[in-house]
């Protein structure tokens, strides 16, 4: 469960973002949806902690990511913008270092490590070192790091960029059985078939600000328009 | 196992899959200053044995008006050249080195008992013939105090009314001393090679991690940013000290091979240099590493920390060239400064002179305390948010 509550950050004289707030929960895929440059990123990067608001707070189940940034990197499972692998490392190697640093033991390392790659089926890739890869090897050798430590919170920033047809099936096929098992799953895009096929809620960011936010069903209401596409369109145009 | 060691084990790991830094670290870091040493030494020695063996070639014009003078400078060691018609031209146009003249009236001068006139044409702003001219004029100058003498012999008197003064020199520099002045670049290489080492990790961990874009999901895992730090350094630390431990042993086997003997110079080369030498240094290992990964966390990417490291490594040089211009007396506060400190220290230890243990405990606290310094400002920016944000 991930809150958000009067969230800025500023770089500079620009306001990336401008007073977000949002709730994701438990059981449901939440996307944050906007076009480039609107504060996606930078939302998601306040979450998992590797900026700090300059105001506002996150609270991931019930932690404050101000003040107990640890303890909140415990329980959440990122998968970066920047998702690069260790290319001299094999896949199973570059899982394991963070299984690692997430404190985990060898036996637990390996149970969660055969899952995951029985799960993204990495079965023929697992023992390859990462250099050469294809996209789609890489983004599940990204995810499966990120989720060796079974997190019950999941960030997704762009999850799906550059993956083929397959491939993204595949992860939404993922993130749906993540959602099954009660987690909670919050993703960031910028394309309208994606929050459409996945996300039980979705939040819509312009400008560094919320423009709306609700199920699907509720923002084509909200916007008066048959098509969710029509809907997103129609609710940045309204923002400033 | 604690996340520092899991990042040292990782970086380890890693680079020893990387022939780049194989190459580099364990390798053409040790490998490099003892190869140059070797082919510096028999350069330097090849050439002052050739030049005291060797016979002087000059030009010489009328020889046939000193027959006497040039019979005993041909035992001297002088062969005689043609004469050529105009030397001042031939020496200006470098086609001659030098050339000695005979004066028109030397035959009656001579036998007048007048001091009689020969001329060394030379160029001295030619640095190449400097020790050939001081031969030739050392040879001169030698042929005529011996008649000198023999004249005053003739008239009754004692040669030594001649001599009011006589200098002898009596250098007091050792064997070991004069072979360390030759050695004064020694620890210089010793310093780059320590540099060598690390140069790799340093940057392939810090600017080479952000510009793969693999540092963003390192620090979204709950480890605080300096254990990464204290990971990497370590690591970073481990290869350089690696590589300055082969480049010690390679220094004791090339020595086995350097002509010292023939320039009558012996330098401690030997086992117990390599044990001293190694924990002497181990301190700056740690302030160099610490020193390469700061600067490559300042870099926006691996091409500009290899420029600004490629820079940082000419400034150890400078206590070299400070040391082998100006012959310093050693003083105890220069073992108080990193670099400085560590350079007198094997200097003294090729010389074979005892380090006293207060200096090396001065020059091993001081570095160990700026290595310090240094770790904490990088952490800083470790801490800082746009260390992860690649541009």
Known sequence: MIEVQGLHKSFGAKHAVDNVSFSARDGEITGLLGPNGAGKTTTLRMLYTLMKPDAGSVRVDGRDAVLEPLAVRRTIGVLPDSRGIYKRLTARENIEYFAALQGMDEAATRSACDALIATLGMQEIAGRRTEGFSQGERVKTAIARALVHAPQNVLLDEPTNGLDVMATRSLREFLRSLKAAGRCVLLSTHLMQEVAALCDRIVIIAHGRVVADGTPDELRALAREQQLEEAFVKLIGEAP | ?391
């Open chain 2, 1 to 391: 196992m604690s996340p520092a060691w899991v990042v040292y084990w990782k970086e380890v790991r890693e680079s020893l899959r990387d022939r780049r830094v194989l190459m580099n670290s364990l390798l053409l870091g040790p490998l490099l200053g003892p190869i140059l040493f070797l082919v510096m030494m028999r350069l330097i020695v090849g050439r002052e044995l050739e030049k005291a063996e060797q016979p002087l070639p000059v030009v010489v014009i009328g020889a046939e008006r000193a027959p006497e003078l040039i019979d005993a400078l041909r035992q001297m060691g002088l062969e005689v050249k043609p004469a050529v018609a105009d030397p001042e031209q031939a020496v200006r146009e470098q086609r001659i080195d030098l050339a000695l003249r005979v004066a028109a009236d030397f035959g009656a001068a001579w036998r007048a008992g007048r001091p009689a006139e020969v001329e060394i044409i030379y160029d001295s702003s030619r640095r190449e013939g400097g020790s050939d001219v001081d031969r030739l004029r050392g040879m001169l100058e030698g042929y005529s105090h011996r008649n000198g003498s023999l004249r005053l012999l003739a008239r009754g008197l004692s040669p030594g009314v001649a001599s009011p003064l006589v200098v002898s020199n009596r250098d007091t520099a050792t064997p070991q001393a004069r072979g360390a002045l030759l050695f004064a670049m020694l620890p210089y290489m010793l310093v780059l090679t320590i540099f060598i080492g690390g140069l790799w990790l340093a940057i392939d961990s810090t600017a080479g991690e952000r510009e793969r874009q693999s540092l963003e999901p390192l620090l979204a895992n709950p480890v605080p940013r300096d254990r990464i730090l204290l990971g990497k350094l370590m690591a970073t630390a481990s290869f350089s000290t690696a590589s300055l431990a082969l480049g010690l042993l390679a220094f004791l086997v090339v020595g086995q091979f350097m002509p010292t003997e023939q320039l009558g110079m012996s330098l401690a080369l030997g086992p117990h240099f390599l044990a001293v030498a190694l924990p002497v240094l181990v301190p700056l290992v740690l302030l160099l590493c610490i020193g390469q990964i700061l600067i490559a966390a300042f870099a926006r990417s691996v091409r500009e920390a290899q420029t600004y490291l490629g820079l940082a490594q000419l400034v150890p040089i400078i206590p070299s060239i400070i040391l082998s211009v100006l012959p310093v007396k050693a003083k105890l506060w220069m073992y108080a400064v990193p670099l400085l400190g560590q350079q007198l220290s094997i200097m003294r230890l090729l010389r074979a002179e005892p380090v006293q243990p207060v200096a090396l405990a001065l020059s091993a606290a001081v570095t160990l305390l700026a290595a310090l310094l240094v770790f904490l400002v990088t952490r800083r920016v470790y801490e800082s948010e746009r260390l992860a944000v690649a541009t």
